[in-house]
Nanobody
Framework: QVHVVESGGGLVQPGGSLRLSCAAT????????MGWYRRAPGQERELVAT??????TKYADSLKGRFTISRDNANSLYLQMNNLGPEDTAVYYC?????????????????????WGPGTQVTVRS
């Protein structure tokens, strides 16, 4: 099994910063891409940012310049969030697209799937 768990959420005042972390654990052949998503109250889950194994990043247009996604070689993912506003209040989710080797008979076959963390709450208010 593969698990991802987020940390670093909390309450912050407008204009403040937070750094979210995500750790992927378990048995997998590789982690291909990782990403952050968020769901604000009453809204659909939306993309925040993603990063590939090679380090290529993609951001939601509205968040460029304030949020920075990064990852290290230890299967950890980070999201640096600056100049936060009330509109950033949401549950933030980490996702990991992984490849695992599945035994079928005498052979092992690669299988890709995406796993999600339980989320971490970020609240921005005075």
């Amino acid at each position: 099994q593969v698990h991802v768990v987020e940390s670093g959420g909390g309450l912050v005042q407008p204009g403040g910063s937070l750094r979210l972390s995500c750790a992927a654990t378990g048995r997998f052949a590789s982690i291909n891409s990782m990403g952050w998503y968020r769901r604000a109250p009453g809204q659909e889950r939306e993309l925040v940012a993603t990063i590939t194994k090679g380090g290529s990043t993609k951001y939601a247009d509205s968040l460029k310049g304030r949020f920075t996604i990064s990852r290290d070689n230890a299967n950890s993912l980070y999201l640096q969030m600056n100049n936060l506003g009330p509109e950033d209040t949401a549950v933030y989710y980490c996702s990991a697209a992984v490849t695992v080797m599945v035994e079928i008979g005498r052979t092992k076959v690669p299988q890709d799937f995406t796993t999600w963390g339980p989320g971490t709450q970020v609240t921005v208010r005075s």
